[in-house]
């Protein structure tokens, strides 16, 4: 598995293009962009596009994944048609740029007997139907704390494809067991997000640079690995007061560590 880094855009806190520019200078691979304040559907004509895949190839930089956020879950009804609709933008976003993911949180997955459940899965049957239309995966940031669920739930889906947008930190904080969950996931796997995490007393916790936290990157890398990932390692940093040190960081020591395993 050869090791290649993607970057979130939103992470190097400055305007788009200043960022393509930073990402290339870090020798990033490739990048991800956000949709709901970066590219947004509406307000990105043809011409647009395509100054925007100039600008890419310029800096000799692929896009990885688009992300896009919703403010809530795909089971809530008020403004659900909304939501909807605007990831459906989205993903005609993500198939205009020959991209092929689209990343999102869906919510906490609802019991199976829950008619939450029913709604969100509506909901979801709706989008990865209009994303094999258009050419682009829904693909699922998961919370962390429900995956048995959240497997049912994937399996339940088969108007189109769906994918997992995988971030060891995220399953940490939720209780799981990252490497186990990632073992579990894997045939959904095709996105990963490096990210890291210490969790505190009261069963929450918070992100920190990559390698400071509870994450054993050793084993999650080797799993990765293990189960065929072959896709760009995507580092995203959220928080903290010096991004692109921290980000550069993350890149030194994923490398370090993927090289003594690959």
């Known amino acids: 598995m050869s090791t290649r880094f993607s970057v979130s855009t939103s992470s190097l806190e400055m305007p788009l293009r200043q960022a393509i520019r930073t990402a290339a200078e870090m020798k990033f691979s490739s990048i991800r962009c956000d949709v709901r304040t970066e590219l947004k559907p509406r307000e990105l004509t043809q011409t647009g596009r395509r100054e925007f895949l100039h600008l890419l190839k310029e800096f000799d930089l692929q896009l990885a994944a688009l992300n896009f956020t919703v403010r809530r879950p795909f089971y809530e009804q008020e403004e659900l048609d909304a939501r909807v609709a605007a990831t459906r933008e989205a993903l005609e976003l993500a198939g205009q740029l020959k991209v092929r993911h689209l990343c999102l949180r869906i919510g906490d997955i609802p019991e199976q007997d829950s008619p ?20 682009a995966v829904l693909t699922v940031i998961p ?14 889906i088969r108007s189109g494809p769906i994918a997992v947008d995988f971030d060891p930190s995220r399953f940490l904080l939720g209780g799981q067991d990252p490497v186990q969950a990632l073992r579990n996931l894997h045939q959904y796997v095709e996105q990963f997000t490096a990210r890291d995490a210490t ?47 921290d980000l550069a960081n993350a890149v030194a020591y994923l490398t370090r560590v993927s090289g003594e395993i690959w």
Not at 125 to 133: A, F, I, K, P, S
Not at 143 to 156: E, H, I, M, N
Not at 221 to 237: D, F, K, M, N
Request: net charge negative.
């Open 116 to 135: 939450n459940f029913g709604i969100l899965q509506q909901a979801i049957e709706d989008l990865t139907r209009h994303g094999n239309h258009v050419g």
């Open 143 to 156: 919370v962390g704390r429900t995956l048995d669920g959240l497997q049912q739930f994937l399996s339940t």
């Open 199 to 245: 969790r505190d007393f009261a069963g929450g916790g918070e992100e920190v640079p990559l390698g400071r936290g509870e994450v054993v990157w050793d084993q999650t890398l080797a799993t990765l690995s293990e189960v065929g990932y072959r896709g760009p390692i995507h580092v995203q940093r959220t928080t903290g007061s010096n991004r692109l040190k």
